[in-house]
């Protein structure tokens, strides 16, 4: 009987260096694996390399030692001048940035959920139809003739993602996926994070919001402020690691008083008291 062939991870990067100038490395060695329909929080404090993390799984910006490879592909500069790997790699991976008015550049929202589907040349009836999908599924209906300007920052945060989930990429890049969303709002966020996994497809998000990441993810993977990875594994796994979680700046020692006791508790940026 032969054996199953292995499936390529949808990321691999080794050794991974990056730099916007000398002597101040943004990623420090970072080696990882990320497979296909798993869904991985790059967790870290501001500073650490994580948006620079997700912008290289992008092709954004290109590692200055090391290597990274996307389906099985080098993802360099220069395989993606390549018109053919260029098209197939946009057309799989999609990417939310933190700030949503990088994103938008549309005259009005429907305009924005179609650019992605447009640019695949899609039959206008199948374009229409994602953007109905899509548009219902993050309460957008009221909003499509709506300029993005006119929008406040949590509509503009769902534009965003719903201009990349109408392309329906194989795989989501998103950064800081919960600032500017109202608790209802982050709520769906997690919903659609969930149809995303059933679906089997990749998720990476960038985030120092440990309650989203443990809540959305199978996975994390800590970043110091050194830039390097100092942890890896599932969230109860990293979230034991309170000695790492307080090096990194993750959670932090606060106090309270209690008649003419102190006592000294772990507290971290959006997750419930460890000890809860």
Request: glycine letters at 6%; proline letters at 5%.
């Amino acid at each position: 009987m032969s054996e199953p062939l292995a499936v390529a991870p949808a990321f691999s990067l080794s050794g991974v260096r990056q730099s916007y100038r000398p002597g101040a490395e943004s990623l420090c060695g970072v080696t990882l694996d990320i497979s296909a329909g798993e869904h991985v929080a790059i967790v870290g404090a501001n500073g650490s390399g994580k948006s620079t993390l997700l912008k290289a799984l992008d092709g954004l910006v290109f590692c200055s030692a090391g290597s990274i490879q996307a389906f099985g592909k080098p993802l360099t500069e220069d395989s993606l001048e390549e018109s053919e790997f260029r098209r197939e790699f946009r057309s799989r991976v999609g990417f939310v940035f933190q700030d949503a008015d990088v994103q938008l550049f549309c005259s009005n929202v429907a305009d924005e959920l179609a650019f992605g589907p447009l640019q695949l040349d899609l039959p206008e009836v199948e374009v229409r139809e994602r953007i109905d999908e899509v548009s219902r599924g993050l309460r957008l209906e009221k909003l499509l003739d709506r300029a993005p300007y006119t929008l406040s920052g949590g509509e503009k945060k769902r534009v965003a993602i719903g201009a990349v989930l109408t392309m329906r990429p194989d795989v989501l890049l998103m950064d800081e996926p919960t600032n500017a969303l109202d608790p209802r709002s982050q709520v769906w966020l997690l919903d659609v994070l969930a149809e995303i996994k059933r679906e089997g497809r990749t998720v990476v998000i960038a985030t120092h919001d440990l309650s989203a990441a443990e809540e959305s993810c199978d996975r994390m993977v800590v970043l110091s402020e050194d830039h390097e990875v100092v942890a890896d594994g599932t969230p109860a796994e990293v979230l034991a690691q309170r000695d790492v979680l307080l090096r990194v700046n993750l959670i932090h020692e606060h106090s309270h008083r209690h008649d003419s006791t102190t006592h000294r508790h772990p507290h971290a940026h959006g997750h419930v008291h460890p000890d809860e």
